[in-house]
């Protein structure tokens, strides 16, 4: 099993930064793709960032290019989403997640199904 405890969110005005982390225990030789998913109210959950288990090759949605950047610290065992330049957008609970698929074969990095392990979420609030 792998667990997955997501920390940083909060509140910050537009045009603000919020770096979250998420910390990984348990089996973590089973992780081949980690991802960052938000769910905004009212919308489904969409795929944000993901990142590779050798924390190599990474890849974002469109609507975040340029503004967060996903990174992995393997001997920490963290999961960190640098988010700059917030807008009210971007408001909504983020979540980690990870799978042991690796992030790029089948294309489907944004895809929920496939990961099977998530955290309980951090709250993202700008305004």
């Known amino acids: 099993h792998v667990q997955l405890v997501e920390s940083g969110g909060g509140s910050v005005q537009a045009g603000g930064s919020l770096r979250l982390s998420c910390v990984v225990s348990?089996?973590?030789?089973?992780?081949?793709?980690m991802g960052w998913f938000r769910q905004g109210a009212g919308k489904e959950r969409e795929g944000v960032a993901a990142?590779?288990?050798?924390?190599?090759?990474?890849t974002y949605a469109d609507s975040v290019k340029g503004r967060f950047s996903i990174s992995k610290d393997n001997a920490k065992s963290v999961l960190y989403l640098q988010m700059d330049n917030l807008k009210p957008e971007d408001s909504a609970m983020y979540y980690c997640?990870?799978?042991?698929?690796?992030?790029?074969?089948?294309?489907?990095?944004?895809?929920?199904?496939?990961?099977?392990?998530w955290g309980q979420g951090t709250q993202v609030t700008v305004s």
């Open positions: 348990g089996y973590t030789g089973s992780i081949g793709c």
């Open positions: 997640a990870s799978r042991p698929l690796d992030c790029w074969t089948r294309g489907d990095w944004y895809v929920q199904s496939p990961y099977n392990y």
């Open positions: 990142i590779d288990s050798d924390a190599t090759t990474t």
